[in-house]
């Protein structure tokens, strides 16, 4: 969850109200100045009403010119994007012959795979050649080739499914399969299937229309619905169907789960134990009005959250959904989109469920693009054999769609073989590799600089948090007068103070690269940064004294006075945190580290911890509410290299005294040695 400062939020909704109330007032004025103006749009409906109306024309033409960016060139690491110019406040662009060189932080181009490749690119070619561009039909109506046949076998083993369902277009695989799924368009006799005709395998004659075909495949289908006398596992469509969504799913999940007709759950984003109450309160409620148990329950996640950056939490929601697999005839099914995932994470590039340890068999669907990692076009869906059959033969994507370009299918299964090191090299290692690297070294760097990261590690999906609509163009233009070519994200994609820029890294990128990104980053920084804008600029001999202290860290000085300084540190510290924890103090902290707060919890014993330390000649300093919560004060020891062992035994002394006086001792503490070896001499 995100959580936004109420300052940021307050400038943001004061600067999304600015713009509203300006908009009303144009808005209000064109309508008195048109008001004698001959209107030659009678009986023509507007085609946007109402707030959306307002919101194009009054805040998303203010930025268009951030969005839909032609490019003329490969999307590479690097790539030409071309100009554009309006000459009506950004009501209309026209592009122009100017390209400019730039790096390219915003495709999906994960390893690499979208421009000229040694192995793949011959291959595209040379299938280019036999098949040329497009079969121009649908999958059943001569749109298969051999390459459709292969890629699908290639995919199966490759997300470690035993069969595979390739469609022309990522989106429409989660749109148009989902209500497949869960529908309730086939009669109540559909509820099991084992085998269906091979519609590919046993061709109509050509004489057939269209239309009978349908139709006597229809009447085969049911027949083979009604032949089946025991239970197999229910994939396909029912009455009484159940989906439970993440709230961050994808555009294409939101609709494939409305177009399906059936009852939609949502539980918060990526959080398992919220899913487990959604989904024993439906179970629990039955169907809406009927109240019978579900005859299928379908949760459907994300593996890697295309806004956020984050993987899904696979593991626990697995557990849960097998939990709940058949309490009440409710069966929980796992449909995960591994869109942005599947390729570019895991050892072999096989997806969240490598990276995250999950066996394949406990995801029942598996759903993915080849437009991110594999450098094509498409989608696909894997399962079970019975899962695959049944969709070849009611998946509208299947039967009506046409069919994957044949070279798109050659790139895929070229770029899969380079994956897997059967073109005879470790390329294939060697991009996961790098696109791993990549991505944590961006990652952290940005953090570094102040930037606010979303997402996990090894993700190569990083959105930088920007909140206000007037960052939203200002980060865009500033990185593209830079030649950095970055994607912004906003409301109605995002919720209205969550906008974004989303970056993306691939293996394609070098070190130089990335620096050079970086720095770019940093001089936009510059110019929009309030700190660096006006406020007082940093005191010349405070600048010096840092410029010195470093160099004597990094020994620049002559001496290895840095060196023993950062020595003297980590032994002063661990020293003095051990000695407190033997006298009893609860100290928090980790080793090495130089502060440790000694918890001091009654508000009586702050005032009273300070003063007696004080009379001893001991300096502490003391944290109470509103620094912490409530009943968490403490003190807060820092220790220096500068500390000698005098200073730290007499300090130890003090504070052992002051915490006895006191009673913050919470611990028993430990015998002193001295003390037993005297003992043992009075007894000998």
């Known amino acids: 969850m995100i959580i936004i400062p109420y300052l940021t939020a307050l400038t943001a909704y004061f600067s999304y109200v600015l713009l509203f109330v300006f908009g009303q007032l144009r808005d209000f004025f064109r309508k008195l100045i048109d008001w004698w103006k001959a209107s030659n749009v009678q009986g023509y409906a507007p085609i946007c009403l109402g707030l959306e109306d307002f919101y194009i ?14 490019i003329s060139s490969p999307p590479d690491a690097w790539f030409d994007v071309m100009e554009r110019v309006s000459n009506d406040n950004n009501k209309t662009l026209k592009r122009t012959r100017k390209v400019s060189r730039c790096l390219n932080l915003g495709s999906y181009n994960y390893l690499g795979f979208a421009a000229p490749d040694e192995y793949c690119t011959p291959r595209v070619i040379q299938s280019l050649e036999k098949y040329f561009a497009s079969t121009c039909g649908s999958r059943v109506e001569g749109g298969t080739t051999a390459l ?67 139709r006597l495949y229809s009447g085969l289908i049911r027949l083979a619905f009604r032949q089946n006398n025991h239970q197999e596992t229910c994939y396909f469509m029912t009455r009484g169907g159940l989906i439970i969504s993440d709230s961050l799913n994808h555009n294409s999940i939101v609709n494939g789960a409305r177009g399906s007709g059936a009852t939609v759950g949502v539980f918060q984003h990526n959080t398992p134990c919220h899913l487990e109450k959604v989904l024993r309160e439906h179970i629990a409620a039955g169907q809406p009005r009927k109240n019978r148990p579900w005859k299928k329950i379908i949760v459907v996640i994300e593996g890697i959250y295309s806004m956020e950056g984050e993987f899904c939490k696979l593991p626990e929601i697995i557990s849960i959904c097998k939990k709940y697999k058949c309490i009440m005839y409710a069966k929980a099914y796992v449909y995960m989109d591994e869109a942005h995932s599947i390729g ?105 600089m102040g930037f606010e990261v979303l997402g996990d590690n090894d993700s190569p999906v990083m959105p930088i948090m920007l909140y206000n609509p007037a960052k939203i163009p200002a980060f865009s233009r500033e990185c593209l007068k830079r030649n950095v070519a970055v994607v912004i994200v906003g409301f109605p994609a995002t919720p209205l103070l969550l906008s974004r820029a989303r970056i993306c890294i691939s293996a394609a990128h070098t070190r130089e690269d990335m620096v050079r990104a970086l720095e770019e980053l940093i001089q936009y920084l510059k110019y929009t940064s ?57 100290v928090l902290g980790d080793n090495d580290s130089p502060v440790m707060p000694i918890m001091l919890y009654n508000p009586a014993k702050i005032p009273a911890f300070s003063r007696e330390c004080l009379k001893r000649n001991v300096a502490v300093v003391i944290v109470g509410f509103p620094a912490t919560p409530l009943l968490l004060s403490r003190a807060r020891i820092c220790i220096s290299a500068a500390h000698t062992r005098e200073d730290m035994v007499r300090a130890l002394e003090v504070i052992s005294k002051v915490g006895d006086m006191v009673g913050i001792k919470y611990f028993p503490a430990e015998p002193k040695k001295p003390q037993l070896e005297e003992n043992r001499v009075k007894v000998e």
């Open 57 to 70: 024309r009054r805040l998303y033409h203010r930025v268009q010119d951030c969005f839909q960016r032609p």
């Open 148 to 214: 459709h046949d292969e890629l699908e076998e290639v995919v199966a083993k490759f997300v470690g499914k035993p069969a595979a369902l390739v469609t022309g277009m990522g989106y429409v695989t989660n749109s148009a399969i989902l209500p497949v799924l869960i529908g309730k368009s086939l009669p109540k006799e559909s509820s099991h299937l084992t085998t269906v005709p091979d519609i590919q395998s046993n061709p109509m004659p050509l004489q057939t229309s269209t239309w009978q075909s349908l």
């Open 344 to 448: 570019a994470v895991g050892k072999s590039g096989r997806g969240v469920c490598e990276l995250l340890g999950v066996d394949t068999a406990d995801v029942d669907i598996m759903m993915g693009t080849f437009s991110k990692s594999f450098g094509s076009c498409g989608g696909y869906i894997a399962g079970s054999k019975e899962l695959i059959q049944y969709l070849k033969h009611t998946c509208p994507a299947h039967l009506y769609g046409t069919s994957l370009s044949p070279p798109a299918a050659q790139q895929i299964i070229s770029s899969i073989k380079v994956i897997l090191g059967e073109d005879g090299s470790n390329r294939g290692a060697q991009k996961l590799t790098q696109i791993r690297e990549n991505s944590n070294y961006f990652r952290s760097e940005l953090q570094k």
């Open 530 to 586: 309030p700190a660096h804008l006006y406020a007082t600029s940093i005191s010349p001999p405070a600048a010096q004294q840092i410029i010195s202290s470093i160099k004597v860290i990094l020994g620049e000085d002559g001496s290895s006075r840095g060196a023993q300084k950062l020595t003297q540190i980590r032994e002063n510290s661990n020293y003095f945190r051990s000695e407190l924890q033997k006298m009893g103090f609860e």
